[in-house]
């Protein structure tokens, strides 16, 4: 994980969600999972996906990640400016 903000000016709550810029990976609201939009399987028939899922803090990032796909990197938004977090899965 990457923090954007230096050290001692860190913000761990008060986040809007997890986004991703893949253009492949979509959030699947219904299914409540990330779902690769090349798959044949998925293409035509679901609707409401989005590139954002509800995420309000550091800790429930930490677990979501570990449900994300490998290797794509996520973003942890803020609402404060300058206090976004990076992270990617890298365990299987």
């Known amino acids: 994980m990457k923090y954007k903000a230096s050290k001692h000016t860190r913000i ?5 969600g997890i986004t991703t810029f893949a253009k492949d990976w979509w959030w699947h609201e219904i299914e409540n ?3 690769n939009h090349n798959d ?3 293409v035509s028939r ?4 989005s590139s954002h899922q509800p995420c309000r803090s550091m800790k429930a990032f930490r677990r979501k990640l570990k449900q994300c796909p490998m290797d ?3 973003i ?3 609402r404060w400016v300058g206090h976004c977090i990076y992270g990617k899965n ?3």
């Open 12 to 16: 761990n709550y008060g986040f809007m």
């Open 33 to 35: 999972k990330w779902i």
């Open 40 to 42: 044949p399987s998925y």
């Open 46 to 49: 679901h609707n409401g996906y």
């Open 72 to 74: 794509v990197e996520f």
């Open 76 to 78: 942890l938004t803020s």
């Open 90 to 92: 890298t365990k299987k």
